[in-house]
């Protein structure tokens, strides 16, 4: 089944303490992407990538890494959270850019306390 | 600055009733793609409908069909016979030649049997 994964899908954890979300899929895209969805606020992007080793800033990158080292992996560091990263995160992927239809994982719902 | 706007964060619809959801958009550019996509009660993203700036004709996807100003930088979503499956939040999406993807506040719709 074509699909984008997430894990893990709950997290909750404290200032400072380092952790990893990561996301796959298995639909060979060359786009893949990272949101954050708060109320009120909508989906804000936090960074993109558009092939492997090929990254860019989104609208809200402070505080987070990504890497991609691989086509099918897009991670999300978040090295220091802060209680203001606690949101729902989505990764998504695309065939070739954003143009085209972004397939979306589960969801990331992280709590930083 | 909001570069996708959506006006209206909640609208409610009589079943087998039209509603239309507003979205504006800002840009200097004269190529671009804009989406909808709805976001039920399970949390997962789903593509709605995709316009091309450049392509004059309005997208349609069985129901749904949008109403694409260019000059005016509007893209609106017309419902038609709704459904209560479609109660969700619907978010207008625009994103340039850059593959930034810039998601709007979103609109709660409300379907009432």
């Known amino acids: 089944e074509a699909q984008v994964t997430q894990n893990p899908r709950y997290l909750i954890t404290v200032t400072g303490k380092k952790l990893t979300v990561t996301c796959s899929q298995n639909?060979?895209?060359?786009?893949m992407s990272w949101y954050r969805q708060d109320p009120g606020l909508g989906l804000r992007q936090i960074y993109y990538?558009?092939?492997?080793?090929?990254?860019d800033k989104g609208d809200v990158p402070e505080g987070y890494k990504v890497s991609r080292k691989e086509k099918r992996n897009f991670p999300l560091i978040l090295e220091s959270p802060s209680p203001n990263q606690t949101s729902l995160y989505f990764c998504?992927?695309?065939?070739?850019?954003?143009?085209?239809?972004?397939?979306f994982g589960p969801g990331t719902r992280l709590t930083v306390t | 600055a909001q570069t996708v706007t959506q006006s209206q964060p909640e609208m409610s619809v009589q079943e087998a009733e039209t509603v239309t959801l507003s979205c504006t958009y800002d840009?200097?550019?004269?190529?671009?793609?804009l989406f909808w996509y709805k976001q039920p009660p399970s949390r997962q993203m789903i593509l709605v409908i995709r316009?091309?700036?450049?392509?004059?004709q309005n997208a349609t996807e069985n129901r749904f069909s949008v109403n694409f100003q260019k000059a005016a930088k509007s893209f609106s979503l017309k419902i038609s016979d709704s459904q209560l499956g479609d109660a969700a939040m619907y978010f207008c999406?625009?994103?340039?030649?850059?593959?930034?993807?810039?998601f709007g506040t979103g609109t709660s719709l409300t379907v009432i049997p």
């Open positions: 998504a992927s695309s065939t070739s850019g954003a143009s085209y239809e972004q397939y």
């Open positions: 639909m060979n895209h060359e786009y």
């Open positions: 990538s558009m092939n492997v080793e090929v990254t």
């Open positions: 840009t200097s550019e004269s190529d671009y793609y």
């Open positions: 316009q091309e700036a450049y392509k004059q």
């Open positions: 999406a625009y994103t340039p030649p850059s593959n930034q993807f810039y």
